[in-house]
Nanobody, 123 residues
Framework: QVQLVESGGGLVQAGGSLRLSCAAS????????MTWYRQAPGNQREKVAT???????NYADSVKGRFTISRDNAKNTMYLQMNSLKPEDTAVYYC?????????????????WGQGTQVTVSS
């Protein structure tokens, strides 16, 4: 089994910064794509940014130039540096990972979600 634990959320004023972390642990043979999602009250969950195991990144248009996704493969940890935060960035932020686990002699690929961390940006 694999667990994802987010941290780093909180309350910040508009224009401020926060850094989120997502640490994966458990039966991990390899972490493939890792993604940050967010969900604001009354809204659907949306993709914020993705990073591949090779470091290729992709961002939602709404966060380009303000957010930076990164990862430390040795620690199976992903980060989201959020700068110039806006009130509309307020949401619960979730991490998602596609993970390969070795079970007996087989490689099993599955995806996992973290429990979420609240980010609130005041105006």
């Amino acid at each position: 089994q694999v667990q994802l634990v987010e941290s780093g959320g909180g309350l910040v004023q508009a224009g401020g910064s926060l850094r989120l972390s997502c640490a994966a642990s458990g039966s991990i043979f390899n972490c493939n794509d890792m993604t940050w999602y967010r969900q604001a009250p009354g809204n659907q969950r949306e993709k914020v940014a993705t990073i591949t195991s090779g470091g290729v990144t992709n961002y939602a248009d709404s966060v380009k130039g303000r957010f930076t996704i990164s990862r430390d493969n040795a620690k199976n940890t992903m980060y989201l540096q959020m700068n110039s935060l806006k009130p509309e960035d307020t949401a619960v932020y979730y991490c998602h990972a596609v993970v390969e686990s070795r079970i007996d002699h087989a490689i099993i690929i599955d995806d996992y979600w973290g429990q979420g961390t609240q980010v609130t940006v005041s105006s």
